[in-house]
């Protein structure tokens, strides 16, 4: 059984697909760890109300008007992380309610885009205590995604052995350990030991921990007894997005070597079904009355109505919705910086020329 790609959070992506009953769709695996309500995406809905959600994979923003209206922007995806309180907003934005903001600097297909979420201090849901954990958990829960690696990613040559053992992660168990496994990635193989967990397949030489490889069941696409000219070889393929890599590894007698290949199946079987990614954080509590919440959006038909009306146009509605959070370094927009300056009748000022299809109104 193979492993379903995991976009996540490795991926940007606008106006994912809502069930229509409402409420966030998570992967298997994919848990809410804090909430918040009453947060804006300032550069592509301001003033609109909204719920910021940070699962173990992403931050989701999600419009409490239209459930079509949201933000998906995968932990792996994130630069950077800051925090602008609200003695730092400008006038303007402070004239409109606008509290303390998180900015989100991500990178996603060579693109770089700018979110930036506030809390909406007049409405007062929550309040400026509670924006201000959602960010702090954001920050807290994207260190610990980049410190628990092993748990999603192929690594080679690692410091995962000591004198001998593997140094397990958090909430790992050894399945089976088998000594005596050639590796056959060179010419002539070498000698290790094979250890199968609930959460990876690691090999280590047994002359030297250094030479390793740790293969999360995550990455796995298939595994299978095949021949080779070593003999028969269990041969393990990796997803494609993570390099489609092929490992074999010879196993004797032949007994052994079937009941290792049905025991790995069996275990990577079980971890599609309940992925672990390794993310885990508590955030601190908060006196607020529905803060940790997640509300489902309105379902009404009304919304259904507007989200019809609507869907004609989403193709085109996506791409000049991505312009407006292209980052000020991004390629993209250092070519927007050399367009023409154009007075504009409409609203009394000069500005730079807009983009093809792109009008001032957007």
Not at 128 to 147: D, G, K, P
């Amino acid at each position: 059984m193979a492993n379903q790609y995991v976009w996540q959070d490795r991926e940007v992506r606008f106006d994912v697909a809502v069930p229509s009953a409402g409420g966030i769709e998570l992967r298997a695996g994919e848990r809410v760890l804090d909430s918040s309500g009453g947060i804006e995406d300032t550069k592509g809905n301001p003033g609109e109300p909204g719920q910021l959600v940070a699962t173990n994979l992403r931050l989701i923003w999600l419009s409490s008007r239209f459930a079509r209206t949201n933000l998906s922007i995968g932990y792996d995806c994130v630069v950077s992380m800051s925090v602008r309180t609200a003695q730092q907003q400008s006038a303007q934005a402070r004239l409109r309610g606008v509290g303390a903001s998180l900015c989100v600097l991500t990178q996603f297909d060579k693109t770089r885009f700018e979110f930036v979420f506030s809390s909406m201090l007049l409405h007062q849901q929550p309040s400026a205590a509670a924006a201000q954990r959602i960010f702090a958990s954001l920050h807290a829960i994207h260190r610990v995604y980049e410190s628990t690696r092993l748990y999603r990613e192929l690594k080679l040559r690692g410091a995962i052995v000591h004198e001998h053992q593997l140094q397990l992660l958090p909430a790992e168990t050894v399945y089976r350990s088998l000594h005596g496994v050639w590796n056959l990635s060179s010419d002539q193989g070498n000698l290790g030991a094979l250890v199968i967990t609930n959460i990876r397949l690691v090999w280590y030489a047994t002359m030297a921990d250094n030479f390793n490889v740790s293969l999360p069941l995550l990455q796995i696409k298939s595994t299978k007894v095949r021949d080779s000219k070593f003999g028969l070889a269990l041969v393990v393929e990796t997803m494609p997005y993570c390099g489609a890599y092929v490992l074999g590894f010879r196993i004797d007698p032949a007994e052994v070597l079937q009941s290792v290949a049905l025991e790995l199946k069996s275990v990577h079987a079980v971890f599609s079904r309940s992925p672990v990614f390794g993310v885990d954080y508590t955030p601190p509590s908060v006196d607020t009355t529905g803060a940790d919440a997640v509300p489902a959006p309105r379902t009404d038909a009304s919304r259904a109505d507007d989200d019809a009306l609507l869907s004609g146009d989403e193709d085109v509605a996506g791409d000049t919705l991505a312009l407006s959070y292209l980052a000020a370094e991004q390629p993209h927009a250092a070519d927007a910086q050399q367009r023409p300056i154009d007075y504009c009748s409409d609203i009394g000022l000069a500005i730079e020329r807009l983009p093809d299809g792109v009008q001032h109104i957007d």
